[in-house]
């Protein structure tokens, strides 16, 4: 009886949200958005809908409006950072909306399993206390893949750095400018760092000028080396000193920096290798000599 009346009440909250959204998508204020957007183009695409957006993008629509809202008065000057980090095309807002929309889908599935097996007397309904664990542990989970990703990344972009300032002094002591030797390398390499440096391209090609350029792609990266790096690039470049010089002291300081943090990870790794040794294998090893001479004694 608890079970059906559980199942009932899934279905009903189910069937509620969908119907809800569905409303949402089809109001007068929906559509007129989507009508006025094509013409208004100083209005931010995350006061917006869009069809260009994924279809739970559209259903959680309603949650787009209060995170707008929220975000107004609210930093999000962090997790902006993080997405823009990590290359990804997507706003502050559309991260979150896919944020609810994954955990709401896995909270939706536990409950579905949770119903199942209450109905069937396998599981106490208690369990059924666990449903705001799952949503959060979802939440919490897909912020830190995105950590993940960015910390990720930024080893990339540290590891391609040094062959990049190599071959801006190659190209740099043939006689090329800096930005020549720039476009040059990105287009040669397809790594991460040269992705950064095409918003470099970018931002000169626009109109702005490449040091401003260059520190806004340190400032946003925020990483020692290339912060370090950029600042003497600058300095060299508004005094007019040699490059070529800099650019391969920057390579082997990088190479250097990329030695320690690997010498500094081996460090950790072999501390981290030492709880299994200690905890596992050695138990079960002094276990293996000592049982059967336990079991002689016996």
């Not at 119907?19 to 204020?29: K, R, W």
């Not at 013409?39 to 309603?62: I, T």
């Not at 470099?200 to 401003?212: A, F, H, N, P």
């Not at 290339?226 to 391969?248: F, N």
Request: with cysteine; hydrophobic share 50%.
């Amino acid at each position: 009886m608890i079970g059906q009346i559980a199942l009932s009440v899934l279905f009903a909250v189910t069937l509620g949200c969908g119907i809800a959204s569905l409303t949402f998508m089809l109001s007068p204020v929906s559509t007129f958005r989507r009508r006025l957007t094509p013409y208004l183009s100083g209005l931010s695409q995350d006061m917006c809908f869009s069809f260009r957006r994924p279809l739970y993008r559209e259903l959680f629509g309603v949650f787009r409006i209060y995170l707008n809202r929220f975000y107004r008065t609210q930093p999000s000057g962090k997790l902006a950072g993080l997405l823009e980090i990590s290359n990804r095309d997507q706003s502050v807002v559309d991260f979150r909306i896919t944020q609810i929309a994954i955990s709401a889908l896995l909270t939706g599935i536990f409950w579905v399993l949770f119903c199942l097996l209450l109905f069937s007397g396998q599981v106490n309904i208690v369990f059924g206390l666990l449903a705001p664990a799952v949503f959060a542990g979802s939440f919490w989970c897909i912020e830190n893949n995105l950590r993940r990703y960015v910390k990720k990344r930024k080893q990339k972009i540290l590891n391609e750095m040094p062959s990049a300032f190599e071959f801006l002094s190659l190209s740099v002591s043939a006689g090329e400018g800096v930005l020549d030797a720039i476009k040059r390398i990105c287009f040669i390499s397809k790594g991460e760092f040269s992705i950064e440096l095409k918003k470099v391209l970018i931002g000169v090609s626009s109109g702005d000028t490449l040091e401003r350029c260059l520190k806004r792609m340190a400032a946003k990266l925020n990483i020692v080396s290339i912060d370090r790096a950029v600042s003497q690039i600058i300095t060299a470049i508004e005094r007019g000193t040699p490059l070529a010089d800099i650019l391969i002291k920057q390579a082997k300081e990088a190479r250097n920096a990329t030695r320690v943090a690997l010498i500094e990870q081996a460090g950790k790794k072999e501390i981290a290798m030492m709880f299994p040794l200690v905890f596992f294998i050695l138990p079960v090893t002094i276990l293996f000599a000592i049982f059967p001479g336990i079991q002689i004694f016996h």
